[in-house]
């Protein structure tokens, strides 16, 4: 059964950082690409990032290129999504998803993943 635990969300102001965890659990995440998406009130949930499977390169939304890094650690079967010079607009509800498959649509494409997390909450003042 897979599991996907987040951790880390938190209230900051508009500047600062956040680091966000999510850990995995009958689940490679060595092995397996993963993501985050987020969702803020009224709007639809959206791709923030992806690492691919067995190596460090990953994908971001424009909205965050730059600031934001999703990285793993294998040992400790996390992932995580450092975030860095926050803005009110990057407010919203984190979700970590496992499971992707590229025949039911892109990585930023909520329905092409499988397995989600219960998510964790972000909010940035300004």
């Known amino acids: 059964q897979v599991q996907l635990v987040e951790s880390g969300g938190g209230s900051v102001q508009a500047g600062g950082s956040l680091t966000l965890s999510c850990a995995a659990s009958?689940?490679?995440?060595?092995?397996?690409?993963l993501g985050w998406f987020r969702q803020a009130p009224g709007k639809e949930r959206e791709g923030v990032a992806h690492i691919v499977a067995f190596g460090a390169y990953a994908l971001y939304a424009d909205s965050v290129k730059g600031r934001f890094t999703i990285s793993r650690d294998n040992a400790k079967n996390t992932v995580y999504l450092q975030m860095n010079s926050l803005k009110p607009e990057d407010t919203a509800m984190y979700y970590c998803?496992?499971?992707?498959?590229?025949?039911?649509?892109?990585?930023?494409?909520?329905?092409?993943?499988?397995?989600w997390g219960q998510g964790t909450q972000v909010t940035v003042s300004s």
């Open positions: 998803a496992a499971g992707y498959s590229a025949t039911s649509g892109t990585w930023y494409s909520p329905a092409a993943s499988r397995y």
């Open positions: 009958g689940y490679s995440v060595s092995s397996n690409s």
